[in-house]
């Protein structure tokens, strides 16, 4: 297996957690979608580990990464994370509300050398 297959395929384990026939990082994102995770999908998967705290990317054994080079694989994950618009995590907004009577009185509520 080439150098660049061996890095394809700790690519697409750590994105979808399957291990699967891939060739080059170059082409990621293509085969990929051919194998069924196009972006959405891949999305999917992240946000249903994020939901159930599970880690995301899956792990790739340290005997894979120390083969390709630890550097490598990182700087890779991360390029094909961006590229594929899965860094970060997902941001969730806060829900806006009027504050209650109580809320009002913990806001207004001071110690007394704030006089």
Not at 55 to 74: E, K, L, N, Q, Y
């Amino acid at each position: 297996m080439s150098d660049d297959a061996a890095l394809a395929e700790a690519l697409g384990q750590a994105l979808t957690g399957e291990r699967l026939q891939l060739t080059s990082p170059a082409l990621l994102e293509g085969q990929l979608a051919e194998l069924g995770y196009d972006r959405r999908r891949l999305g999917e998967i992240r946000a249903r580990c994020q939901e159930v705290r599970a880690a995301w990317p899956f792990d790739v054994g340290p005997d894979t990464r120390r083969a390709i080079g630890f550097a490598r694989f990182d700087a890779a994950l991360a390029e094909a994370r961006s590229a594929l618009g899965l860094d970060g995590l997902r941001p969730t907004m806060p829900t806006v509300r009027p504050l209650d009577r109580d809320d009002r009185r913990l806001t207004e509520d001071r110690p007394p050398h704030w006089g």
